[in-house]
């Protein structure tokens, strides 16, 4: 089957138009999320990051500009920084995404990661996207040989119960099917929220559960707070056994495989 010439310049075109799409270079990036920053950075990209959130901590010396806080985007000054890349979770406001995409910005969006390995997953979609996917892939393959070996370094003779405390006023806690609930299972433990769907809790609750590991994140300085009143309960399998372990919320609720070994290191190295 012959093609008529006039077909064969559109199939061309088409080629040519893909393979300048796949091998576009972004060079203007703006972060609406700090773990998507943080990836950036991961990934030696950071100099092309042009604008993030207050939130975005890793970016705060390098003087980057700031055009949203957690889920408020200031569009006006987004615009004026002419991103050519703008990546996001679901936590911005779709109608946000919606404008940006009118002015003819690519627009990714990450959902939530549930697992370890969606973390991964979506950390290696980050380093394709901005064609530095062989990088990405390195650092994955070496994080979770990190975490294999942490997890094989756990000798506990049975599974203990776990609190993890990632919020107060109200207490909150790691559900189930959330990438910070590999926490608990990579050190074989079993989440005392296995069966909830919210995460809002009492503290009666925990007390009933006497969870023999309480994992609590910093929270600023909230973090010690919550260690010292569950201290006081003297009942407490976690007390007792001073299980108590406090966690860098800025790296542990952040959910990218450099953030996820060292949170699951510092808490393999405080289990006794």
């Known amino acids: ?62 003087n ?28 911005t406001n779709p109608e946000t995404i919606e404008y940006i995409q009118k002015f003819g910005i690519k627009t990714e969006i990450f959902s939530s990661p ?15 996207l901005i064609g530095k996917e062989d990088l990405a892939l ?20 049975t599974h203990p119960k776990v609190f993890f405390q990632i919020g107060a006023n109200p207490i909150f806690t790691v559900l189930p099917n959330t990438f910070m609930d590999d926490y608990i299972s990579f050190i074989g433990g079993t989440n005392i929220a296995s069966d909830l769907n919210k995460g809002t809790i009492t503290r009666e609750f925990v ?20 260690k010292q009143i569950w201290e006081s309960y003297s009942s407490l399998n976690a007390t007792k056994n001073k299980q108590i372990i406090v966690v860098d919320s800025n790296i542990a609720c952040t959910p990218n495989p450099i953030s996820f070994a060292e949170t699951l290191k510092s808490i393999v190295h405080s289990i006794k």
């Open 1 to 62: 089957m012959h093609l008529s010439s006039k077909k064969l310049n559109i199939v061309v075109l088409f080629f040519l138009f893909s393979l300048n799409v796949l091998s576009q270079e972004y060079k203007r990036i703006i972060s609406l999320a700090p773990s998507l920053t943080q990836s950036l950075y991961h990934l030696n990209s950071h100099d092309k990051l042009v604008g993030c959130t207050s939130y975005c901590e890793i970016a705060r010396d390098d």
């Open 64 to 91: 980057k500009e700031i055009i949203a806080s957690a889920i408020k985007v200031n569009l006006e000054a987004l615009l004026k920084l002419n991103p050519d890349l703008v990546i996001a979770t679901t936590i």
């Open 114 to 128: 549930k697992s370890f390995s969606e973390i991964c997953e979506q950390f290696n979609r980050i380093g394709k």
């Open 138 to 157: 390195t650092i994955t393959e070496k994080t979770g040989k990190t975490v294999d070996s942490l997890k094989n370094s756990i000798k506990l003779k």
């Open 207 to 226: 007390i009933t559960q006497n969870p023999d590991i309480i994992i609590i994140t910093t929270m600023g300085i909230t973090g010690d707070e919550e």
